[in-house]
């Protein structure tokens, strides 16, 4: 069973003592964000969620889109090459590039900017 072990305004510490670890999760405040992605012209931004290994085939966007990753995680193939982002991530996708992604076992949230 993990514990908390501590906090501040950016992170929690979490104790894992079968595994002898501690994991640092970040803690994201979604308006904060949401703000900075309109400051850096990002008209339009939400938070979207997809249920664990949701998959989404090749495809393109008209816009530039930004994806700043809340919980879970998502890979994401372009050019090649497939990156994983986890909690506290951002991934950018420029307009009408070709790209797939595929969530994490248990699904990914994330905040989506398009400008």
Do not use: K
Not at 36 to 65: C, I, K, M
């Amino acid at each position: 069973m993990s514990s908390l072990v501590g906090t501040d305004s950016h992170s929690l510490v979490v104790a894992d003592p079968q595994i002898g670890q501690c994991t640092i999760i970040p803690v994201m405040n979604e308006s904060e964000l949401i703000a900075q992605l309109q400051r850096e012209s990002f008209s339009h931004a939400y938070v979207w969620e997809d249920g664990p290994n949701a998959r989404y085939p090749d495809h393109t966007h008209r816009t530039e889109t930004a994806h700043i990753i809340l919980s879970g995680e998502m890979t994401l193939i372009m050019n090649g090459e497939s990156n994983t982002y986890h909690a506290g991530d951002r991934c950018d996708v420029p307009a009408n590039a070709v790209h797939a992604a595929i969530m994490g076992p248990r699904g990914c949230r994330y905040l989506v900017g398009e400008r």
